[in-house]
């Protein structure tokens, strides 16, 4: 399968735990992003990559969060002293070009967290 | 700022009877809107999308028209199938040039029985 690939699909922690979730994007996809999902809600977008710089972060990537691509490959998303907030599924996308000049972005699966 | 809004769901149909789904938006700009759909178990694909007004896009037997005066880009099918059973997202890239943000709708369910 050489779609976009996220892990853990399922994530259940404690209140106060730390987590974290990798994703490895479409091989030769440059750019890569960060949505959120809660329930009956679309994707918000948290944050994006351009090779290993992050280049924009929402204002819902609270200091709890930090994401990275240290290679310009694959990327991890950390939230620290998880709150049951921060339960939700998280999503991520992969695209060649930018979405100005019609680059499509591929989803993957999702990480799904439940904060206990 | 930028917001599409989504008819409630959940739609049931039945098979072969005509679809839409209504969305509507407000951004600032000439957006591109895209209609994204989420099958059980899967991620999110993109089904259609159109880049200015009066564009039509298209796939899969669905369209949406770009309607910049009634700044609407309704999911429109003519005859649905059990297998269109999914989660449908309205989303638009704001008129101002972001190459990297999608605002998405609440997403409408749609289940198509037999």
């Known amino acids: 399968d050489t779609g976009v690939s996220q892990n853990p699909r399922h994530k259940i922690t404690k209140r106060g735990q730390n987590v974290t979730f990798r994703c490895d994007p479409i091989s030769e996809h440059n750019r890569l992003y960060w949505y959120r999902q809660t329930l009956g809600q679309g994707p918000e977008f948290l944050t994006y990559f351009q090779n290993e710089a992050q280049l924009e972060k929402s204002r819902l990537l609270s200091d709890r969060f930090s994401a990275e691509r240290p290679k310009g490959s694959f990327s991890t998303l950390e939230i620290q002293r998880t709150e049951q907030g921060d339960s939700a599924m998280y999503l991520c996308?992969?695209?060649?070009?930018?979405?100005?000049?019609?680059?499509?972005?591929?989803f993957g699966e999702g990480s799904r967290l439940t904060v206990l | 700022g930028d917001s599409v809004t989504q008819m409630e769901g959940p739609v049931t149909l039945s098979e072969e009877a005509f679809l839409t789904i209504n969305c509507t938006y407000t951004?600032?700009?000439?957006?591109?809107l895209f209609w994204y759909v989420q099958y059980p178990g899967e991620g999110l694909q993109l089904l259609l999308k159109a880049t200015k007004a009066d564009d039509k896009g298209s796939n899969k037997g669905f369209e949406a028209t770009y309607r910049k005066e009634t700044t609407s880009f309704h999911l429109e099918k003519g005859s649905v199938q059990v297998s269109d059973s999914a989660v449908y997202f309205c989303a638009l890239r704001d008129g101002g040039g972001s190459n990297y943000k999608l605002t998405f709708g609440k997403g409408t369910l749609l289940t198509v029985n037999p």
């Open positions: 996308a992969s695209s060649l070009g930018g979405l100005q000049v019609g680059g499509e972005l591929f």
């Open positions: 951004a600032t700009g000439y957006p591109s």
